[in-house]
Structure formats: C-alpha cells, structure tokens
C-alpha cells in the first residue's frame, strides 16, 4: 500500500505542538511510534493534511516515581521502556503485565504509552484497504451509512483494543493533558467515550503530556489477561485486567477490573471494586464478579473470534486473574504495603 | 509534494537525501539507498522483515517516516559484516540452516543482533521472546533458535578469546 501525502510538522516543545495542533484541527494527526498511526494512513482510514511528529520533545520523554506524587510517564514513553522499568513488577504489576503483552518486542520499541492510550478502536469491517472497504460501500465510521456489525443500528461498535489502558485503569491511573487553555488532569476513566467514532475525549489542540499513577494504587497484586489467536504481534480480541490489594488476614482491602477489546471503550467492572472489599476469598464470590466482568462486556462481531467465545474468555479470565491474585503472593505487594 | 532535504545515517555513511515527506524509511533505504536488504513483508507492521536498528534499538522500518530518524544511527543488513568479515550470527544462521527462502532472515539476523548485544547468554524462552516480532514461513523457527543459540555461544568464545589474548 502506498501512503497518503501530507506535511510533517516536527515541534520541539509542548507549547509549539499544541499551537500546531490548533492551528490546524481536524486537518493535523500526532504521530510518535507511528505502529498504528502508518498502517492507518496506508488504509487510507485517515487523510491529515499536517502530521505531527512529536518524538522531538524531550519534555514527553521518560519515567520519574517517588513516594510522594507516585508515577509519571511521560506520553512518548516506549512499552519496552516500561517494561524494562525496574520497579514495574514491584510497584505496579499489573501495568507491567499488561504492556508485555502488547503486540511483540519490534512494535513494543517502537510503541509509546501515549499512543496505546489513544490507539484508534478496531473492527474487521474498518480497518481493511481503501478498496476492500469500498466494495461494501464502507460503514458507519468510514464512508459509509450502514453498521455491518449491527445493521440500522447508528453507533459505531469498532473495540478498543489497547492493552495498557484497562491496566491503568485498576490503579486509578490520571492523564495530564496540554492544551490552548493551559494544562488539566483528568481521570483515565473519563478519557474515553465508548463510541468506535469518536473515542477520546481530545478537543482541539490538545496532546497527552503524561500518564499519572497514584502512590495509594502501588503494590496492588495485578495482572492482565489477553486473549489472541497467536500469542504475538496481535491486538487483543479480549483482555481482563485485575488489580488487587490483600492484607496479611486474607481480606480484600481494594480491588478493580477492567475489560478491553469488548466494548469500544476500556471499561471498569464497577461492581467489582464495592462488592470485594472487606471480603475474604470464596469460589462464589469469583464467580459472582467474573458474571458481572460478563454483563460490562458487549462482545459483538467485530472481531477475529465469535462474541460468545470472547465473553466467555471474559468469564474465565477474570476468575483465574482474581483465584490468582487473591490466593497467591504474586504481584508480592505485601512485603512493602503491610 | 514537495520534497525535503532530510540527512541520513544508515550503516555508519552519511547520506543528504531530497525525498517526499510521507516517505517511509523502509522505501528510502532500499530506493534511494539500494539498500535491499530490509524487506517489505506485510506492510502494517506485523511481520518484522525489515526490521533494522535504530541507535541499536530494532525497529521496523515500514512504519518509520524516514524524516523522524534523522539523528539517528540506523543499521541495515548491509551494516553487519565489519571488514570483509559476517557478524557471527550470521555466520551461525548460514551454519545451522536458518535460512531457507531468506525473505524474513535480514529481519531476523537484525533482531538477533541486538538481542545478543544485550544479552549473550540468552535462554531459548528468552530468544523465542526476543524473535516473537519476527515471522517465518519456512524454518518452523527450529533452526532459528538453534542459529541464535549458536551465535551466541561463538559471541561468548569470542570475547573469552579477546580477554585472554589482551591479558
């Protein structure tokens, strides 16, 4: 496939990039790692007039945590550097496992933790050629009016399919944002939409500085689940991330899991945070959780694999990830956190 | 589109290179470099047969605009025999069979590189690890693994050698 043309604009600070990116609006896209931006544009799913090549900013760059403000990442962090971060599997394991398992160790170099928080969402029916889109006469979200996944229906299902965004979102993560108006912080949470078209809430000019992580969500046993045909290189057709702090009695002390690649949006099993804490371990209780990880997930026919299968997954993934953390000292938060 | 001036330092040479802004870095080294080496395989960034180093880091070539890595060494294939001489893990790879069509071996020889640059005592579910970004039809990896390992034990007798020899 060959690429569209389009103007490269390489800004050397936060400030500049944002005046760019206002400047320009709908018309400019950032580019970092360029992993899921490139094969995009070669799809012709996108047509910017000005790309934003921020991989000049130093300020973007680099992982700093202490006790006091907890983590910061900065946006063009790599997930290899993440991974390779020597505190990741002691502080927050559940990030950890979680950017392991993203694509392979080549996109994962390449891959920032900005750009897989605002990965563009997937569906079979999108992203394909220009061509093969055409002979359909496109869909909802690309030149067309008709939703192949749930015809007359008008929103568009394409999933989120980034693996460290349900990470994040068990340890409360924040994501600092710079924009015409200044800097904001908001909940990770927020950020996202559930709406394959429009998916991150990212006004005009804005750029994701920085990823924030709380000291009160450290030393949380975690770990993330990933379903895929192979076990490299392919975006999740579903995943499960739990983050779970036990204490020395057995008893749940706080909890969260969050889905990714079953809706269009990253999404918190809400239920599961109130009704683990002050809990002691029983089968039934899993259970009960892993239900309701099955009732926040929509799985449709976006994907790779049948909905059935991947809410399933969903099921049993949940329970494993919850009998593992609860009954082991994996994610060996204790030691630190008492 | 109007082309821009854009300098380049691939295998240790400095090029100047007038070239459209949207080209990839995959299409320069093997256009207007001849470097034809690095291979387009899928094209979307999920088989890993042009992976080149970028400042010794592998990175794939077909998702890198060639404009955004201009302060950056990048090695090729081309880059990996110094002085008339195959890096080791190419000779390996000629030697336990890691070859066989060759269409993925440049990406492979390029991540094992660097691999064994980090780490020259990998284990096999390190090398699986370290290769699962790169995509072979032929092999069934086997010979792969095998050459990897090979490289590696010739890289460790290698430097044995140079300590020996400089005390």
Known sequence: MTMPGFRVIRPSSVDEAVRVLADNGPEAMVIAGGTDVVPNLQM???????????KGIGELRGITCNDRV????GALTTLTEIAEWKFVERCFPVLGSAVRSVAGPLQRNMGTIGGNLCLETRCLWYNQSEFWRQSLGGCLKKQGDVCHVA???????????GDSAPALLTVEAELEIAGPGGRRR???????????????????????????????????RGVYRKLRVRDSIDYPLAGVAVAMKVDGQGICRAARVALAAVNPAPQLVHAAAERLEGKRYSAELVEEIAHEAIRTAKPLTTSASTPVYRRDMVRLFTRRALEELWQTRRGNGEKRAG | MTKELIRLKVNGETH????????LLLDVLREDLGLTGSKRGCDDS?????TVLIDGMPMLSCVALATSYQDAEITTVEGLARDGELDPVQE???????????????????TTHALLEKNPDPTLDQVREALASNI??????????????????????????EIAISK
């Not at chain 2, 390996?92 to 390029?110: D, N, R, V, Y």
């Open chain 1, 44 to 54: 012709r799913l996108f047509a910017p007039r000005v790309l934003v090549d921020i």
């Open chain 1, 70 to 73: 907890g983590l910061r990442m």
């Open chain 1, 151 to 161: 015809p007359g229906g008008q929103r568009c299902w394409a999933v989120w399919s």
């Open chain 1, 186 to 220: 908001i909940p990770l949470a927020e950020f996202y939409r559930n709406d394959g078209m429009n998916r991150i809430a990212l006004g005009r000019g804005e750029l994701v500085v920085a990823v924030h992580v709380p000291v009160s969500s450290a030393f949380r």
């Open chain 2, 16 to 23: 100047e290179l007038a070239i459209a802004p949207n080209k």
């Open chain 2, 46 to 50: 999920s088989c890993g047969c042009c």
């Open chain 2, 92 to 110: 390996a790879f000629m030697s336990w069979g890691g070859a066989q069509c060759g269409f993925c071996t440049p990406g492979f020889l390029m």
């Open chain 2, 136 to 161: 072979c039809r032929c092999t069934g990896y086997t010979q792969i693994y095998e050459s990897v390992l090979a490289a590696a034990q010739k890289i460790r007798e290698k430097r044995k050698n």
